[in-house]
């Protein structure tokens, strides 16, 4: 399963459009957005994909209720999720997880640090997808995951 993994993209939408456009392109199959999404407009920006998304609440994000009237399935906390046949954790910081929710996961992914990451190798694989934003570091990134290959790149968006 081929997916696009997007966090902190706070409210960018130039750069959450330059995400979708990129997800289309490699044809995703599945988002994973790990959180801050602050409002609801950046929400519908990549519901526009057309393909399933898979949210968590970060510690930025206002308007819950709007937000889950548009995405009835997000949590706060962590979500756990079987994709691609892999054993997933979607967490907004990796610090908030329990070390029996890491023992779990095939695939941690995260965000709030705005540091793009690729774990090396050695299980659980964690992806921190950077910010999708570009606010605080100017480096707009997302993270691109083939389940079958169990291999995860970050991806450098261009914003147009």
């Known amino acids: 399963m081929n997916i696009g993994i997007v966090s902190d993209s706070h409210d960018n939408l ?29 929400v519908k920006e990549l519901l526009a994909l057309g393909v399933p998304l898979i949210a968590v609440f970060g510690n930025c994000d206002g308007e819950h209720k709007m937000i889950a009237g548009l995405l009835p399935d997000i949590v706060a906390g962590a979500r756990k999720e079987t994709l ?3 054993a997933f954790v979607v967490i907004h910081s990796l610090d908030w997880l329990e070390p029996a929710g890491r023992a779990e996961a095939e695939v941690i992914v995260c965000g709030h640090t705005h540091k793009p990451s690729v774990s090396d ?14 606010w605080l570091t100017g480096r707009p990134t997302v993270a691109w995951l083939d389940t079958d290959a169990m ?3 970050i991806l450098d968006l261009r914003i147009s």
């Open 121 to 134: 190798g050695t299980a659980p694989l964690i992806v921190n997808p950077g910010e999708c934003s570009g």
């Open 151 to 153: 291999k995860a790149e």
């Open 84 to 86: 691609g046949g892999r």
């Open 14 to 42: 130039p750069a959450i459009r330059s995400a979708v456009k990129l997800f289309r392109e490699k044809q995703a199959e599945l988002v994973i957005h790990a959180g801050d999404f602050v409002a609801p407009f950046a």
